[in-house]
């Protein structure tokens, strides 16, 4: 071989080699704006009496921490493994599963946020999941759909294990986790969002959504009419603002894949600012149409993250469970 060419690939070669290197040292971004903390102490002056939830695992009730659900071998920051919880009733016997979602648009947060509720709702008889998924840092839309999909595959592929009953599995998520909650039931077996990850083999279908004061539509007045930064959540999520990627936007809204076909029953939460219910109306007047249930629980306060603290995650836990009771028969 020509000694010219020999260095040549030796020296490409090389590179790759400590490229790799780089990548798996990399560290992933993480913004840490958004937690329970930060919000109380937004709230704290007008809502004196609201007091965080607790991670505490109640009685009768199992705790499985930090499973790895699918390795991700080749990111820009090197081999990536995503996290879920498992909190299930104690003694034999199958339950309904449901899937949770946390928010942070679409960029901050932790699953960690959604397990007060979930060890909550596990005690009145469900196995829940709280979900670790690629935020906009990391990776954009529509890796964060992939990977909970490929969770939700987890999951079935586990049943057993966790005592789950998979014909009764329902998806729930708050703020951006609504959203991303309410896009994945609204696209059972759309091939477009189930992406390429592991846990092959089962099916992403689910049963129901609950979907905690998430936007339904990113085209609705209300949510264009918005004053956005560059850098504003949704726009660094979806890879550019409306009239950069008007399809994107488009595509991203759950309000847009429903259909008398596909859609399953809705339990909306709201809080007192109008703007995350965008699309409610128009999505909730078409499941009427189509015989397919719908409810809407509201809470007059201006809190947005209301599901983090007591009294309200309370009461959306009692409204919740009973409402996957109604619709998991």
């Known amino acids: 071989m020509n000694r010219k060419l020999l260095i040549c690939i030796t020296t490409v070669l090389s590179i790759l080699l400590l490229q790799n290197v780089w990548a798996q040292n990399k ?165 477009l969002f189930e992406g390429n990850m592991g846990n092959t083999g089962a099916s992403s279908n689910v049963k129901a959504i609950v979907d905690i004061d998430g936007v339904l539509d990113f085209m609705a007045p209300s949510s264009l009419n918005l004053d956005r930064k560059p850098n504003s959540p949704d726009i660094e999520w979806l890879g550019g603002s409306f009239e950069e990627k008007p399809m994107i936007w488009k595509q991203a809204s759950a309000i847009f894949w429903a259909s008398q076909k596909t859609a399953v029953p809705v339990m909306f939460f709201n809080s007192g600012y109008s703007r995350f219910h965008s699309g409610q109306d128009e999505l909730i007047g078409m499941m009427n149409e189509w015989g397919i249930y719908t409810q809407v629980h509201k809470f007059n306060v201006m809190v947005h993250p209301f599901w983090l603290f007591h009294p309200w995650v309370d009461e959306t836990v009692d409204v919740t469970a009973a409402f996957l009771k109604k619709v998991l028969q």
């Open 27 to 191: 560290p992933i971004p993480i913004d840490s704006s958004y937690s329970v903390a930060n919000v109380y102490k937004q709230i704290h002056k007008d809502f004196p009496y609201a007091v965080p939830a607790k991670d505490s695992v109640p009685a009768g009730v199992i705790a499985v921490r930090n499973l790895v659900y699918t390795t991700l071998p080749e990111t820009p920051f090197g081999k990536r493994d995503l996290h879920l919880d498992v909190f299930r009733p104690q003694g034999k016997g199958t339950h309904p599963a449901l899937i949770m979602i946390h928010g942070g648009g679409w960029r901050s947060g932790t699953r960690s946020m959604q397990v007060p509720m979930a060890q909550m709702l596990a005690a009145k008889g469900f196995v829940t999941v709280p979900v670790e998924y690629q935020l906009s840092l990391e990776a954009k839309y529509p890796a964060a759909i992939h990977n909970i999909k490929s969770a939700i595959r987890w999951v079935k592929l586990h049943a057993a294990e966790y005592g789950i009953d998979t014909n009764r599995i329902a998806v729930s998520g708050c703020s951006a986790g609504g959203q991303l909650a309410a896009l994945i039931g609204m696209t059972n077996g759309v091939e």
